[in-house]
């Protein structure tokens, strides 16, 4: 049975740091793509970042220069470095396994998710 943990979350002032994490067992980590998702009630899911299973990397253009994805196979971890927050950075953030990943940033084919991390940025 896989299953993702993420943390990290809180809350921070605007032009603040954050870093999210996402553990993942039950599964071949290594060989996942793997994707961050954020989701504000009452709106629509959007992807944030993915990661390929080689280390590419794919953002959506808002978080460009700001957000870093990365992984961690021998941890079987994955993180989002979140530096120069802003106020439309505040959502629930989930991190999912998954079988592809679009230039937008868009994990797809998601498979697994977790519960969430609530970022809160206060302006």
């Known amino acids: 049975q896989v299953q993702v943990v993420e943390s990290g979350g809180g809350l921070v002032q605007a032009g603040g740091s954050l870093r999210l994490s996402c553990t993942v067992s039950g599964v071949t980590f290594g060989g996942k793509y793997m994707g961050w998702f954020r989701q504000v009630p009452g709106k629509k899911r959007e992807g944030v970042s993915c990661i390929n299973p080689s280390g590419s990397t794919y953002y959506r253009d808002s978080v460009k220069g700001r957000f870093t994805i990365s992984r961690d196979n021998a941890k079987r971890t994955l993180y989002l470095q979140m530096n120069s927050l802003k106020f439309d950075d505040t959502a629930m953030y989930y991190c999912?396994?998954?079988?592809?990943?679009?230039?937008?940033?868009?994990?797809?084919?998601?498979?697994?998710w977790g519960q969430g991390t609530q970022v809160t940025v206060s302006s």
């Open positions: 999912a396994a998954a079988t592809g990943c679009r230039y937008n940033g868009e994990a797809l084919g998601t498979q697994s």
